[in-house]
């Protein structure tokens, strides 16, 4: 059940977190970092290591969220642009983009399942498997289609969420009891983030309040037009 779901979680979120910050001394974007970490982890749990790894590992974290991005864009700039244009310019290469990246993760997926040990296999991959009749023998590719959207959906808010967390524990710094403790057990240094910071956090809370989702890599608020996002799904789907 989902109960037991919660140390495996939480073990392979820990090992997403430090992969994600051996690849840099320093965390330019804490949200970018948020995002890898959690990605990295929802395919871990959801598809398998072994996928992962066959599917490129980093580059594959890397190019999903730059497909997340491009979909973000497109999404906004079909709000405004008629659709003789959009079709073509905005929504049809980001179509590309998403069957590219499907054809790497069917691969991955038909790669693992032949040489990788099941039991090492993802919680809805081996859910899958057991369904009846044909729903368990369907392609890799209509597998690897549907996780595709199954991974946009779970890893967006977790990682905003945590972002906006942590951002929100360094803006506290020691005015509460409850961060203190946690800041001397972690062995934080017992001071408020810079003002720079917490800035940071006023402008990315309001600016999620306003727009309903996370900021976008400009800094600007991402979209969320619903005639867009049916556009979107319509031509990119």
Request: aromatic residues 4%.
């Amino acid at each position: 059940g989902l109960r037991d779901e919660i140390r495996p979680l939480w073990r392979s979120l820990d090992r997403s977190l430090e992969r994600e910050r051996a690849a840099s001394l320093r965390a330019a974007d804490l949200f970018g970092l948020a995002r890898a970490t959690v990605l990295r982890c929802q395919v871990e749990r959801l598809l398998g290591a072994p996928v992962l790894e066959a599917a490129g590992d980093a580059a594959f974290i890397s190019a999903f969220m730059s497909f997340q991005d491009r979909i973000e864009d497109a999404t906004a700039k079909a709000a405004v642009l008629p659709r003789t244009l959009s079709l073509p310019l905005v929504l049809w290469p980001v179509a590309r983009m998403r069957r590219k990246l499907t054809r790497r993760l069917a691969a991955a997926i038909a790669c693992a399942e032949r040489g990788a040990d099941p039991a090492t296999l993802g919680s809805w991959l081996r859910a899958a498997a057991t369904l009846p009749g044909e729903l368990a023998r369907r392609p890799s590719a209509q597998v690897a289609e549907l996780a595709i959207g199954l991974l946009f959906a779970s890893h967006k808010n977790p990682s905003i969420g945590a972002a906006q967390t942590l951002c929100a524990l360094l803006e506290l710094g020691d005015t509460h009891p409850t961060v203190r403790d946690t800041r001397r057990q972690a062995g934080w240094p017992r001071r408020r983030a810079p003002r720079r910071w917490r800035a940071a956090t006023r402008s990315s809370a309001a600016c999620s309040r306003r727009s309903g989702s996370a900021r976008t890599p400009s800094g600007r608020c991402g979209p969320s037009s619903r005639r867009a996002a049916s556009c979107s799904l319509v031509a990119i789907g």
